[in-house]
């Protein structure tokens, strides 16, 4: 078993640091990945901090993976050394249940082994992310960049880029539909970006006024400032979409009121505590509240495919990995445009 240098939480209140750590040998069906790129989530901070509970430690965070291939197994047909890959959240699913059937690995009914701090479906051998010079994952959930990307910019396509286009396909999104996006961070640029390419008329929705111009650079062809009360009845049963990417507390129940007859709001960021929810904004309109996790294995494919045929990446500031630690403080700031990633090639 190959040793491969990482970085990683020993606790929940420690920085991240350098560990060296054993990868498996791959076996008949597996594909080794020289990592060069991996994006930073804010799920990774949470799970560092414990703030979502059931931490494993040492962690080696990081699900935005991008890299080349090293080696393959011998029954491996889809790889070649050389080619560029990707890992996004899941590493491994059981395959059979219902949802695998559906192609919806992130639902798994046995609970898919996931990048990192999770195990692999034996439930003993522990997961390490991307957050490292190597990974060695089961073909099946390796994932193909297109060429035309640059790769460091793919990096959080990986989860940003799949968590926002999930959504936009499952509730069909079309040409001139109009969609609107809360927040332009990490998930919500890559919104307003997927969403324009779909032919959406999006809107941005933000509590910064400061975001406007972003906005519009990135696609919007309109802009809402929350923090004035004109802007929820200026938009009032103007969308059939609202993806919803904030994690801080805010009230839904005003957004709601923006949404066409039947139309939906899609809860993608986190919030740590429960929101109200009133009945009467969902019944006057036949309105719906839903939620979205990542995507399958077979989407997020699409998804990398439909991004290299409109030449679609994430805003990214590079940094060093001896960084990490820094780029989570200001992560915790909003002082990034839109998206870090590690140039694992620091290591």
């Known amino acids: 078993m190959p040793t491969v240098q990482a970085y990683a939480a020993p606790d929940a209140t420690s920085p991240l640091g350098p560990l060296a750590l054993e990868r498996r040998d791959p076996g008949p069906h597996d594909v080794a990945i020289d990592i060069a790129f991996c994006g ?25 993976i991008v890299g080349t291939v090293r080696a393959v197994g011998a029954h491996v047909t889809r790889f070649k050394p050389g080619d560029r890959v990707g890992v996004g959240c899941m590493v491994d699913s059981c395959r059979t249940c219902p ?81 609107g996006v809360v927040g332009l961070g990490g998930l919500g640029h890559m919104a307003v970006k997927l969403a324009a390419a779909l032919g959406a008329e999006v809107t941005l929705l933000s509590s910064s006024a400061s975001k406007e111009a972003d906005a519009r650079r990135l696609g919007a062809s309109a802009f809402g400032h929350t923090r004035d009360e004109a802007t929820f009845k200026r938009f009032g049963g103007r969308f059939s979409l609202i993806l919803d990417t904030v994690s801080a507390p805010h009230d839904y129940n005003k957004y709601l009121g923006m949404l066409q007859v039947d139309g939906a709001m899609v809860l993608l960021g ?15 309109g036949r309105r719906s509240l839903g939620g979205s ?42 002082d990034v445009r839109y998206r870090f990633v590690l140039d694992m090639g620091t290591l």
């Open 40 to 64: 930073i989530c804010h799920s990774d901070l949470h799970q560092v901090r414990n703030e979502w509970g059931g931490s494993r430690y040492p962690m080696v965070p990081g699900h935005e």
């Open 99 to 179: 949802s695998c059937a559906k192609g919806l690995e992130q639902f798994c009914q046995q609970g898919a082994a996931f990048t990192y701090n999770s195990t692999e479906m034996d439930r003993v051998t522990p997961t390490y992310g991307g957050y490292s010079s190597r990974i060695v994952v089961t073909e099946s959930f390796v994932l193909r960049i297109p060429d035309r990307l640059d790769l460091a910019g793919a990096a959080p396509l990986l989860c940003a880029g799949i968590t926002t286009y999930s959504p936009l396909r499952h509730w069909k999104v079309r040409a001139g539909d109009k969609v």
């Open 270 to 284: 986190v919030p740590p505590e429960p929101t109200p929810v009133a009945a009467f904004p969902l019944i006057g």
């Open 293 to 334: 996790l990542i995507g399958g294995i077979a989407e997020t494919q699409e998804m990398l495919d439909f991004c290299g045929q409109h030449g679609i990446v994430s805003d990214i500031e590079v940094l060093p990995v001896q960084q990490v630690n820094e780029a989570y403080e200001r992560m915790l700031k909003s």
